[in-house]
């Protein structure tokens, strides 16, 4: 099985920089991609980005130029780096992994970024 954390959310103004990371941990640590989706209020859960490995990464359009994902240090580590960011990105983010032991995704709790105007 797997666990995600979701360290480094919360509030900033408009224009300002948050890195929230996601950390996985557990038995099933075969993992393929990692991602980030977000989800505001009264709107359905969407994908902010993926991480494959290094070089293969992809972006909705709607991000492409301010938000970069990358890996830590630790192999099972992504980071959110968000850049410019504007009131209407204010959600709740998610991290999911690919397990491959399982076959299955895997979802942290999610972090609350607020980006207030």
């Known amino acids: 099985q797997l666990q995600l954390v979701e360290p480094g959310g919360g509030m900033v103004q408009a224009a300002g920089s948050l890195r929230p990371s996601c950390a996985a941990s557990?038995?099933?640590?075969?993992?393929?991609?990692m991602c980030w989706y977000r989800q505001a209020p009264g709107k359905e859960r969407g994908l902010v980005a993926t991480?494959?490995?290094?070089?293969?990464?992809n972006y909705a359009s709607s991000v492409k130029g301010r938000i970069t994902i990358s890996r830590g240090n630790a192999k099972n580590t992504v980071y959110l780096q968000m850049n410019s960011l504007k009131p209407e990105n204010t959600a709740v983010y998610y991290c999911?992994?690919?397990?491959?032991?399982?076959?299955?995704?895997?979802w942290g709790q999610g972090t609350q970024v607020t980006v207030s105007s």
């Open positions: 991480f494959i490995s290094v070089g293969s990464t």
């Open positions: 999911s992994a690919f397990s491959n032991d399982y076959a299955r995704d895997y």
């Open positions: 557990g038995t099933a640590l075969s993992i393929s991609r």
